[in-house]
């Protein structure tokens, strides 16, 4: 395995899952595979038999088992994952800047989809990224909806008011200068769900230079735009 959890027989026995990727193996192309000492590849591949992650085939060799697909059965789609690369991708191309999608998880907000401006100067934000909620037009966008109450304690350190979060609320969308990262601008709106929550906030950002101190007047439309399109796949129909 290229990296060790630390874990060793954590390690061992994803090696062995991982060797069975490529189908049914006999014990003696297992330990090839994997390998694994003779002795730890059985042991290991019949823990994992008793768990139904690894079964035999007719021929008695091991294969990957049942409850393998039965796990990532529980894993459904994401609709608004699904729909945010072609969305993002749009939103890029009419900008011409980077475009992000955000989650709120607690105090952080998570880039959960990005698409990059591919040349020249550019905000880059990682997909998994975390980022503060106390700064930047998403974070705004993603306190605008909530109960005043709720988010007192977060406003209380954060670089805008709640007068700002009023004005994002009554407009319908968020615009940032120099708030998250010095020489950086953004334009953010809402993504509603089917019963009208804010779910998520999609952004474009880029240097001021480009987009000015006063992005909103620049993209705030086709951003919009673009929350509602994601809202949409949600079943939103405000």
């Given at each position: 395995?290229?990296?060790?959890?630390?874990?060793?027989v954590l390690d061992k026995a994803?090696?062995?899952?991982?060797?069975?990727?490529?189908?049914?193996?006999a014990l003696a192309e297992l330990v090839e595979r994997s390998g694994l000492a003779r002795p730890t590849a059985y042991r290991i591949a019949v823990a994992?038999?008793?768990?139904?992650?690894?079964?035999?085939?007719?021929?008695?060799?091991?294969?990957l088992g049942p409850r393998i697909v039965e796990l990532a059965g529980h894993r459904r789609a994401d609709p608004l994952?699904?729909?945010?690369?072609?969305?993002?991708?749009?939103?890029?191309?009419?900008?011409?800047?980077?475009?992000q999608l955000y989650r709120r998880e607690g105090d952080v907000r998570r880039c959960v989809a990005a698409a990059e401006r591919p040349t020249g100067l550019r905000d880059t934000v990682p997909v998994g990224a975390e980022l503060p909620m106390t700064a930047g037009s998403a974070a705004q966008v993603l306190l605008a909806w909530e109960p005043a109450e709720a988010v007192r304690p977060l406003v209380q350190r954060a670089r805008f008011s709640p007068a700002v979060l009023t004005t994002v609320r009554r407009r319908g969308w968020a615009a940032s200068v120099a708030e998250?990262?010095?020489?950086?601008?953004?334009?953010?709106?809402?993504?509603?769900?089917?019963?009208?929550?804010?779910?998520?906030?999609v952004s474009v950002?880029?240097?001021?230079?480009?987009?000015?101190?006063?992005?909103?007047?620049?993209?705030?439309?086709?951003?919009?735009?673009?929350?509602?399109?994601?809202?949409?796949?949600?079943?939103w129909r405000g």
């Amino acid at each position: 395995m290229e990296q060790s959890s630390g874990v060793g027989v954590l390690d061992k026995a994803v090696q062995v899952l991982v060797s069975l990727e490529a189908g049914p193996a006999a014990l003696a192309e297992l330990v090839e595979r994997s390998g694994l000492a003779r002795p730890t590849a059985y042991r290991i591949a019949v823990a994992l038999e008793h768990h139904r992650l690894v079964a035999r085939d007719g021929q008695g060799r091991f294969a990957l088992g049942p409850r393998i697909v039965e796990l990532a059965g529980h894993r459904r789609a994401d609709p608004l994952e699904q729909a945010a690369g072609g969305v993002l991708g749009r939103l890029r191309a009419a900008t011409n800047e980077s475009a992000q999608l955000y989650r709120r998880e607690g105090d952080v907000r998570r880039c959960v989809a990005a698409a990059e401006r591919p040349t020249g100067l550019r905000d880059t934000v990682p997909v998994g990224a975390e980022l503060p909620m106390t700064a930047g037009s998403a974070a705004q966008v993603l306190l605008a909806w909530e109960p005043a109450e709720a988010v007192r304690p977060l406003v209380q350190r954060a670089r805008f008011s709640p007068a700002v979060l009023t004005t994002v609320r009554r407009r319908g969308w968020a615009a940032s200068v120099a708030e998250r990262e010095p020489g950086v601008a953004s334009v953010s709106a809402p993504v509603f769900d089917a019963d009208g929550s804010v779910v998520a906030a999609v952004s474009v950002s880029g240097p001021i230079d480009r987009l000015t101190r006063q992005p909103g007047r620049l993209h705030s439309a086709e951003v919009v735009a673009a929350g509602r399109a994601l809202s949409r796949a949600l079943g939103w129909r405000g």
